[in-house]
Nanobody, 124 residues
């Protein structure tokens, strides 16, 4: 089992920045992929970006590429999402997720472990 706890959400004006954190515990994350998803009201859960935990390769959706940055702290088993140039359409609940196997996948259905989510609201 992997337990995930997100933090760092909040309210920010358009153009601003936020950094989300996801602290993982329960087992080492070697051979795992971790990802950030988001879900706005009435919409399906959407892939934001992910990382092969061991190799460090990162992947992003087109909607956030160039604005968001994923990083990780191996020693602290913590995943980060630095969000810059935020837009009102980035407003959503953001979730951290983990899956066995290093390949990052775009579908939320293949992820085994989820955090509780953190609200990000971007005002115009």
């Amino acid at each position: 089992q992997v337990q995930l706890v997100e933090s760092g959400g909040g309210l920010v004006q358009a153009g601003g920045s936020l950094r989300l954190s996801c602290a993982a515990s329960g087992r080492p994350l070697n051979n795992y992929a971790m990802a950030w998803f988001r879900q706005a009201p009435g919409k399906e859960r959407e892939f934001v970006g992910g990382v092969d935990w061991s190799a460090g390769w990162t992947y992003y959706s087109d909607s956030v590429k160039g604005r968001f940055l994923i990083s990780r702290n191996n020693a602290k088993y913590t995943l980060y999402l630095q969000m810059n140039s935020l837009k009102p359409e980035d407003t959503a609940v953001y979730y951290c997720a983990a899956k066995g196997g290093p390949q990052v996948h775009f579908s939320y259905r293949v992820y085994d472990f989820w955090g509780q989510g953190t609200q990000v609201t971007v005002s115009s």
